[in-house]
Structure formats: structure tokens, C-alpha cells
């Protein structure tokens, strides 16, 4: 008796759809079969023809839990994950303190374990103030990769900065000598701090304050001339590095060419600077801020390209919760509002939309959020895919259906600062998210009895 049988899906195997059915058990996949084959089963979900695929994985997650639990824990951003059609997060260290030691890490793994809806990954912080503790948090094996800017703590966030920054030369190749010993990714925060900090003051002193100034205080250069400086220093070290959430195709060619030349790097972006642009920082001031910024649209056209031609390894939410009145603060000041928005619950929405408009094919959107993930994190074949002995974790969606977008029923903490896509008609649903057998979410309701279902995820050596 299996514990789950799905029916009648188009289901994603190899790097391509074929009907067929899935059978789980304890929460693996125990066997595929032909549209003709049954197996008795304590549940049947008959998809109708509906795609099956790998449970999607969020490369790029902010949890504030603990330190600021007031804009949302691991609870609370693990259900709106769930409605999304991901299975697995990997959260990013931004908290009060980054897990930059193993007992930190340690304490935000309990955590974690007591709230996920889904399962999770933690990155490690990788900083230049406690460089002898890069070695040690790979050692402990249970992080996926590092993290780190390259820029002192911000005034006031000291704390949630604390061991997660490079701040200078220095300190930078002395932390990429420590994470190349460790074998280790490290995505890094890519944007020159000294030429962003220099237009900020010139903008403020000139009134200029609004919201597409936020983008003109980080032009271009500031994203090309780090991430020449990131390459630069990972040549010479021998350090993997990702250059996460990237905004520009200035930025992607360098990263490219990188790759053709031999090296270990990967390039992040997310949907914001794919589906939005300067005209919406105008349009939502606040509300649409992030760093690096939303560029101009022929920026954003041309940013495409690089998603298909396979320079782009995976995309991102880059999934931010903060207060609306932490947002609100930067109406009357653009410079006055903290960085970020929520969006882990449309990533694979957006991009299943941008399939119905022709800039992407199908395969390329489950190669760059289910699968390039697992296998880059080493969490594959475990996660990423749908064969006998993965977990059964998967998204089911159809093109049948449109969904409007409405931040209300977002289950984000912070869904009162969920605007820039609030009403925006999407081309598809995703009817069902399905972690280790479990359904987690049907049509858009989340079970909310699955709080400390989710599981941490190590890599596998």
C-alpha cells in the first residue's frame, strides 16, 4: 500500500514531460509507472493532465527569526514558500546574530526546526572579522554555501551584519584564501559600497530623493566594477563564488566570460529584474526598492538573454520581510526606507507566466528553479528531481487557469508591503505543493497544521 498515488500528470523526468503516474511511500518516490498502471493507495491526487514537477527550491531566502521576529519568523515565510510551489528554502544570513560560528548556526537550526512549513538550508556568514571560523562552519557540515557584502555593517544594523561582511581588500582575500580551502560556494553581495555611498550624500544634499533616485545612486558601474573585483580575487585565491541577484547584463557578460575561461563561478538573478523596472521604483517609491536597484527596461530585455543562454545558473527571490513603516519611511525619502520586498510565493508564478509570453521555455524555468539548485547545493538527487528514491516533493500548475495576484491573501508577514505585483494577472495556477508526500497546499490554501514538518537539508558529500 503506497501512501500517495498521482495520476494522470505530465510529469518532468530527464528534461522532459511524459505521462505517467507516481506512487510514494515515507515521503520517497517508490515508483513511476506508465499512464496505464495503478497501485492502491491511502490517497489519489488525478492531476487531469496537469504538469508534475520537482518541488521548486528558492536559492535566495530571508528569514529575520530571531532579532526581529516582528517582521515574520520561520513560520509565517515557510507558508507563504508552500503557496508558491517551493519545498525547499535556503535562507541567507541576515539575522541578529548571522550564524558566522556553529553555535549560532546551531541556534537557528532549532529554530527553524520548530516552525518550517517546508523544508530548509542555511547558508553560512562569512566575514573578515572572524575569518577562523569559515573552516570550522564547513566542517560542521550542515551549510550549503556562504555569504557575504563587501561593505562595512550599515549604521544601525550592526548587529545583523555582525561576521557577514568583507570590508575591505584585506579582509577580502583573507576570507576567499579561508572558503577556498573549504570547497564551499560563497554568493556575494556584489556592488561597489565607496561610489554607492558618494552618490547617496550628492543626491541628499541635492533633494533628490525620490524613488528612481535610489537607482541612480547605484548606476551600473557600481554592480560591473564589484563583480570585476569578486572575479578578480577568486582567480587568485581559487574560491568558488556565486554573484547573487544580479540586475545588469553588464554584470552577466563578465560572469560569462568568466565561465568560458574555466572558472567556478555562478550568477543568481531574480524576478524583480526580470518582470519590473525603474518606471515601477517610481511608480511604488519604497515599495519596489532593493539592492542593487530595478533598472531600466532595456536593461531588463537584455538581461533575458543571458537567462536562456545558460549564464544564469538559477533564480532567486531574494525574499525580504520588513514592517510597512519600515518601508513607509522612505515616501517623503527614498534613502530613509530599508531595502527589499517579499516575493518568495511568486517566483515560480512569474517565471510559469513568462512561459505563456514566449521569452522562456518551459524546461529552461524547472532547470533554473527545481533542478541547477540542487545540483549546485549538493542536495541532489535527494531534492531536484522526480526519480525512484528522491523525495517526493513536487509543484503541480496549469496553464488553465489565471490567478490575480493579491497581496491579502499573501501568507507573508509582510504582505502589506507585497505591492509592485499586487493585481497582476498571471497565465497559470499552481494548484498543489507536495513536500516528502505531504500535500502542504491545494488551490492556494496552505495547511497551517504543517508547522515543523520541514526539514533541515545538508549537502551530500
Not at 526519480?387 to 491579502?408: E, L, P, Q, S
Request: charged share 25%.
Amino acid at each position: 500500500m503506497l501512501d500517495l498515488w498521482i495520476q494522470n500528470g505530465k510529469v518532468f523526468m530527464d528534461g522532459c514531460f511524459t505521462t505517467a503516474n507516481v506512487g510514494v511511500r515515507d515521503g520517497k518516490v517508490v515508483v513511476i509507472t506508465d499512464a496505464d498502471e495503478t497501485f492502491d493507495a491511502k490517497e489519489v491526487l488525478d492531476l487531469q493532465g496537469q504538469y508534475l514537477i520537482p518541488g521548486a527550491i528558492d536559492t535566495h531566502m530571508h528569514v529575520r527569526d530571531p532579532g526581529h521576529i516582528e517582521r515574520g519568523n520561520f513560520y509565517t515565510e515557510t507558508l507563504a514558500a508552500a503557496a508558491g510551489g517551493v519545498t525547499t528554502i535556503m535562507e541567507h544570513p541576515i539575522s541578529v546574530p548571522p550564524q558566522y560560528n556553529v553555535e549560532i548556526l546551531e541556534n537557528r537550526i532549532r529554530r527553524a526546526e520548530k516552525q518550517c512549513v517546508i523544508d530548509f538550508c542555511f547558508y553560512g556568514a562569512a566575514g573578515g572579522e572572524f575569518p577562523e571560523e569559515i573552516t570550522k562552519l564547513a566542517r560542521d557540515g550542515r551549510i550549503v554555501a556562504f555569504k557575504t557584502f563587501l561593505h562595512a555593517a550599515p549604521n544601525g544594523r550592526e548587529q545583523e551584519f555582525k561576521g557577514l561582511t568583507m570590508a575591505d581588500d584585506g579582509q577580502l582575500v583573507v576570507g576567499m584564501q579561508e572558503l577556498a580551502k573549504t570547497g564551499l560556494l560563497c554568493a556575494f553581495h556584489a556592488e561597489d559600497n565607496d561610489l554607492i555611498q558618494y552618490y547617496i550624500k550628492k543626491f541628499k544634499e541635492e533633494g533628490r530623493v525620490s524613488g528612481r533616485d535610489h537607482a541612480l545612486s547605484r548606476p551600473v558601474i557600481t554592480e560591473v566594477q564589484s563583480v570585476e573585483r569578486v572575479l578578480r580575487f577568486a582567480k587568485e585565491t581559487g574560491a568558488r563564488v556565486e554573484i547573487a541577484h544580479v540586475s545588469t547584463p553588464q554584470a552577466m557578460e563578465l560572469i560569462k566570460q568568466a565561465k568560458q575561461n574555466g572558472m567556478d563561478v555562478y550568477a543568481e538573478t531574480c524576478p524583480h529584474y526580470l518582470f519590473l523596472n525603474e518606471d515601477d521604483l517610481e511608480k511604488y517609491g519604497p515599495f519596489a526598492k532593493c539592492n542593487p536597484p530595478l533598472r531600466k527596461q532595456e536593461l531588463v530585455d537584455q538581461l533575458w538573454k543571458y537567462v536562456n543562454d545558460g549564464t544564469v545558473d538559477y533564480i532567486g527571490s531574494d525574499h525580504s520581510p520588513f514592517l510597512y513603516e519600515e518601508k513607509a519611511r522612505g515616501l517623503d525619502d527614498i534613502f530613509a526606507a530599508v531595502s527589499g520586498f517579499p516575493g518568495v510565493d511568486l517566483r515560480l508564478p512569474l517565471m510559469l507566466n513568462a512561459v505563456t509570453e514566449g521569452k522562456i521555455k518551459l524546461e529552461k524555468v524547472i532547470e533554473l528553479l527545481c533542478v541547477n539548485p540542487a545540483k549546485v547545493f549538493q542536495i541532489f538527487p535527494k531534492k531536484g528531481t522526480i526519480r525512484v528514491g528522491a523525495d517526493a516533493d513536487f509543484a503541480v500548475f496549469n496553464f488553465d487557469h489565471t490567478t490575480i495576484v493579491d497581496k491579502k491573501k499573501n501568507y507573508s508577514h509582510a504582505k502589506d508591503i507585497a505591492i509592485p505585483y499586487d493585481g497582476k494577472k498571471m497565465n497559470c495556477q499552481i494548484s498543489y505543493t507536495i513536500l516528502r508526500g505531504r500535500v502542504l497546499m491545494k488551490d492556494g490554501v496552505v495547511d497551517e497544521s504543517a508547522k515543523a514538518y520541514g526539514q533541515l537539508v545538508c549537502p551530500q558529500k
